[in-house]
């Protein structure tokens, strides 16, 4: 039996192929490469010995996605990762972010479900939650207003699959609430791969520290924090690719709609993070305060015990291996996978 992985070579996608197939799990990738690269199969095969099937087509083409599902037959469930990400191009490009990130996972559905194929792991996003009335979030908290386009179509596809699950119990759905996925492979040999200036802090800080930007900016100190900057709950990617394969062997126990936040419980702020930077890797990383930035919030991290006690997973990794390894990618890498 072989698991669909949709947005495959992406950033999560891949490192989540690695720990499924150290699992002993058979996975066929779909990619159209709008925000990946062809190299990262050569990658994984590097880490595991083993080169998946892959085929590149975009999700939103219904007859492409027909054939992937009829030449391979043995498919019994599929991990969806593909889609648009980025928060401002979002708001600047609603139009493709509602088409890209809806169209395909509806297409991914219908297709799914003509070939009987009815268990699904979802990327959703702590985003759900807007500005939490207080944290740690739990699953149970109140979905907030997402302030944008992006965040819209998670809610929204989070909807679309709870009512698909509501239609048809043979359903199996697994939500997963990422909260700030950081980090690479141990190996270096896959990690995150921003086009441009990065937007997120933890590529930010990689590549001051490895001397490619002169500063950080921190985007405000006057939030209610502890030290004022904002505090988020970072999560290393390996641990995240483990929670998929604990919500893929708990979808194939129960047909059910459920939805997990995938967090270390722990926040930090933007200046814990400078100095955990500084120690890890033994180099500075300059930074200015700067206004804060538009849409942030002051805190959010996860309850994560839902994960714990249901899927039996527990995020590993200290904030000092999520440095290193971000650390390890970038200085190996330094222009991503064009290097
Ligand atoms: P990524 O951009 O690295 O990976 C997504 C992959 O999907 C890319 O390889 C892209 O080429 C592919 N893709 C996009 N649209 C497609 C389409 N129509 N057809 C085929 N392939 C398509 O992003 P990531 O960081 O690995 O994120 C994976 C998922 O997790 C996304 O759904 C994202 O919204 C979600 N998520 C990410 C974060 C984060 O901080 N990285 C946080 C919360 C949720
Ligand atoms: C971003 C996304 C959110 C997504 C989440 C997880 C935005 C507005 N939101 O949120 O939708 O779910 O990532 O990937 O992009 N910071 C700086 N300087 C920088 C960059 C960031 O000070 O150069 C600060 C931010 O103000 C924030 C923290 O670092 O306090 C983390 O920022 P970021 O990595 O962008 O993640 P989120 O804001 O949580």
Redesign the pocket.
């Not at 949709?6 to 891949?14: D, L, N, P, R």
């Not at 779909?30 to 990946?36: A, E, G, R």
């Not at 990327?123 to 985003?127: F, I, K, P, Y």
């Given at each position: 039996m072989s698991i669909l992985i949709?947005?495959?070579?992406?950033?999560?996608?891949?490192h989540t192929v690695v720990e499924l197939i150290g699992a002993g799990e058979t996975c066929v990738i779909?990619?159209?490469?709008?925000?990946?690269k062809p190299v990262v199969l050569d990658r994984i095969e590097a880490i595991t010995g083993v080169r998946p099937r892959f085929y590149e087509?975009?999700?939103?083409d219904e007859a492409a996605m027909e054939r992937i599902f009829e030449e391979n037959p043995d498919l019994e469930s599929c991990i969806?990762?593909?889609?648009?990400?980025a928060v401002g191009e979002s708001v600047a490009k609603p139009l493709l972010y509602y088409q890209?990130?809806l169209i395909?996972t509806l297409t991914l559905c219908r297709v799914m479900q003509k070939h009987d194929v009815k268990r699904i792991v979802f990327?959703?996003?702590?985003?759900v939650y807007g500005d939490p009335i207080s944290v740690p979030i739990p699953e149970t908290a109140p979905r907030g207003l997402t302030t944008n386009p992006?965040g819209e179509t998670?809610q929204m596809i989070e909807r679309i699959l709870t009512d698909l699950y509501r239609a048809d119990t043979e359903w199996s759905v697994s939500i997963l609430r990422?909260f700030?996925?950081v980090g690479a492979h141990p190996s270096g040999l896959i990690g995150?791969?921003p086009c441009g200036i990065p937007n997120?802090l933890f590529p930010y800080v990689t590549q001051v520290a490895t001397g490619k930007r002169a500063f950080l900016q921190v985007f405000g100190d006057d939030y209610d924090t502890p030290d004022g900057t904002g505090v988020r709950d970072y999560i290393h990617v390996v641990d995240l690719a483990q929670a998929h394969l604990k919500a893929l062997q708990r979808a194939r126990k129960v047909t059910a709609v459920e939805c997990f936040n995938v967090g270390t419980g722990t926040g930090y702020s933007v200046l814990d993070i400078v100095k955990a930077f500084e120690a890890a890797t033994g180099r500075s990383v300059p930074y200015r305060i700067v206004e804060r930035r538009a849409g942030d919030i002051a805190a959010c991290y996860a309850d994560p015990q839902k994960a714990e006690n249901i899927l039996g997973w527990r995020a590993q990794y200290s904030l000092d291996d999520m440095c290193r390894h971000a650390d390890n990618w970038q200085t190996k890498n330094p222009n991503g996978y064009d290097t």
């Open positions: 949709t947005g495959g070579t992406g950033f999560i996608g891949s779909v990619d159209n490469f709008c925000n990946s087509a975009d999700l939103c969806h990762f593909a889609g648009l990400k890209n990130n395909s990327s959703s996003s702590a985003t992006y998670k990422y700030n996925p995150e791969d997120n």
